[in-house]
T-cell receptor, first 115, second 111 residues
């Protein structure tokens, strides 16, 4: 099992550009989430999905879109990048919860810089 | 919304027991308490989870008093490799946008 994989590992964007952060898991988990982590801060939930075709907003959803067409993939789209979106992005998955009643597995992260 | 409060940092020495307390005064009946560990440049890793009383696994123990307004993560005989940030997470399945990791506790273990 590869677990949770994320691509790219690093990305630099200019303000206004768009891009998609990829996330995939091979554990057949229903629940997937995207978090951002700013320097010296904890993780904040951006969007999450409880299964294919179902997504919902987390704590900080503005400026991001998600979709879940398959169980395995959960891409995060930045519509028009802003310097405030400079952060490290983590994708996570779990079997039957959002990591509270079930172990949540995290990917290695994508470090994004917006100039 | 179950907000958590943890110490910002703690220092310890190898071989000592470390206890990190998390305060969650407005924990709801359905909420579970979960602790994660995060090393620099890595995603968080699950350590332990509990609902009440005491839970123990191969790496840690979790103590939860009867009122569940706080919890204590206990790391026995820490080593240098336990230097990391530890997060207390309170919530329940379906909590969705109510889940938050907080700022965590930076544990530094020295020789």
């Amino acid at each position: 099992n590869a677990g949770v994989t994320q691509t790219p590992k690093f990305q630099v964007l200019k303000t206004g550009q768009s891009m998609t952060l990829q996330c995939a898991q091979d554990m057949n988990h229903e629940y997937m989430s995207w978090y951002r982590q700013d320097p010296g801060m904890g993780l904040r939930l951006i969007h999450y999905s409880v299964g294919a075709g179902i997504t919902d907003q987390g704590e900080v959803p503005n400026g991001y879109n998600v979709s879940r067409s398959t169980t395995e993939d959960f891409p995060l789209r930045l519509l028009s990048a802003a310097p405030s979106q400079t952060s490290v992005y983590f994708c996570a998955s779990s079997y039957d919860g959002l990591g509270v009643t079930d172990t949540q597995y995290f990917g290695p992260g994508t470090r994004l810089t917006v100039l | 919304l179950a907000k958590t409060t943890q110490p910002i940092s703690m220092d310890s020495y190898e071989g000592q027991e470390v206890n990190i307390t998390c305060s969650h005064n407005n924990i709801a009946t359905n909420d579970y308490i979960t602790w994660y560990q995060q090393f620099p440049s890595q995603g968080p890793r699950f350590i332990i989870q509990g609902y009440k009383t005491k839970v123990t696994n191969e790496v840690a123990s979790l103590f939860i008093p009867a009122d569940r307004k706080s919890s204590t993560l206990s790391l026995p005989r820490v080593s240098l490799s336990d230097t990391a940030v530890y997060y207390c997470l309170v919530g329940f399945t379906g909590g969705g946008n109510k889940l938050t990791f907080g700022t965590g506790t930076q544990l530094k273990v020295e020789l």
